[in-house]
């Protein structure tokens, strides 16, 4: 019965060790690096760099990609603590709040800035900021770059969010969905990404009341940054090194092909959300959204001390190790 028993154990654990294998996609023998971005038309230099496996040229033939997109930035906040993610784009609010908190999170590039503005739903009738009063606004997420650009914009016109003390209710959803919410009253106005502006303006008739070279931090915040763990910095030097030449390469690449690099966000944001944008509204966004790797870190500390001052932070942060351009050629 105890060799029977042993024999049982030796076999359990080489399944297991098949099985862990296959799950980890070990058995090609490569190292995977798991690279994180939502669908939205600001985040396509990670579908350029997707599409043209920009990633995979740079890093060679000892690794694997893989791709991972996510709603919003406190998703792809979580998974990149975990270590679902090694990194990737998101906002520079989430970013900030996270690593504001105490977690491992480093801004090594930039990837787009623009593209951020104030609209009303046709249905509310609201044609200005001072119709904003006693409205019912929408955003991404609580504190994300959005939200804070719509929140320091209106603080100088003496309207604020009802969670510090203002009259305009705030809540939070998926832009791709912004939408079918204007339609059916539920939110008069959004802080919102391109496309969805466009998409909300032409074919729902939104007005926009603030546009994104007016609002906050409109034309010298980057809207999307890549970031990683300094944890991974110190790890995987190298690697992180190779992503950032794929960036860059990926940038430009999207500023000297801009026609196929909108044919490419498109497919892929069609992908993720299973909403194709038309090319009218796609041109529309692009004209929005300025493309550069760089990272403005005076911006950034400005931009983080508004988030304090709107009590999205308990605590006025120092981003002085916030930000690595290192990796930048």
């Not at 042993?6 to 294998?21: D, K, M, T």
């Not at 304090?308 to 932070?313: P, S």
Request: overall charge negative; glycine content about 10%; hydrophobic content about 40%.
């Amino acid at each position: 019965m105890k060799k029977t028993f042993a024999l049982l154990a030796v076999l359990l654990l080489l399944v297991s060790g098949i099985l862990a294998g296959c799950s980890a996609g070990a058995s090609s023998g490569k190292e995977k690096v798991v690279i994180g971005y939502f669908p939205n038309i600001d985040h396509t230099p990670a579908m350029v760099a997707k599409e043209k496996a920009m990633y995979e040229e740079a890093l060679g033939e000892g690794y694997e990609v893989e791709y991972r997109t996510f709603p919003d930035g406190g998703a792809f906040m979580t998974a990149l603590k975990t270590g679902e993610i090694d990194g990737g784009l998101v906002g520079p609010g989430p970013a900030m709040n996270n690593y504001a908190s105490g977690a491992d999170v480093k801004v090594i590039a930039g990837a787009s800035s623009g593209g951020t503005v104030i609209i009303a739903s046709k249905q509310s009738g609201i044609t200005s900021i001072e119709g904003l009063d006693g409205a019912t606004f929408i955003t991404p997420g609580i504190g994300c770059t959005h939200d804070v650009q719509m929140e320091t914009f209106l603080k100088d016109f003496g309207l604020t969010s009802s969670r510090i003390g203002g009259t305009m209710n705030h809540v939070t959803g998926n832009p791709a969905q912004y939408g079918q919410m204007f339609e059916a009253g539920r939110v008069d106005a959004a802080a919102v990404p391109e496309p969805w502006a466009s998409v909300l303006a032409v074919e729902y008739g939104a007005n926009i009341i603030v546009n994104s070279d007016e609002i906050s931090f409109g034309e010298t915040l980057p809207n999307t940054i890549f970031v990683t763990s300094g944890k991974y910095i110190e790890e995987k030097n190298e690697v992180v090194q190779a992503l950032m030449d794929a960036h860059a390469k990926s940038v430009q690449y999207i500023e000297e092909n801009p026609e196929d690099a909108k044919l490419i966000a498109i497919n892929q944001i069609k992908e993720a959300t299973n909403q194709e944008l038309s090319k009218d509204i796609i041109d529309s966004a692009w004209e929005r959204i300025r493309w550069t790797s760089e990272v403005d870190a005076e911006v950034i500390q400005e931009f983080a001390n508004s988030s304090f001052d709107l009590k999205f932070l308990t605590e006025k942060p120092d981003f002085t190790n916030f930000i690595d351009t290192s990796f930048q050629n």
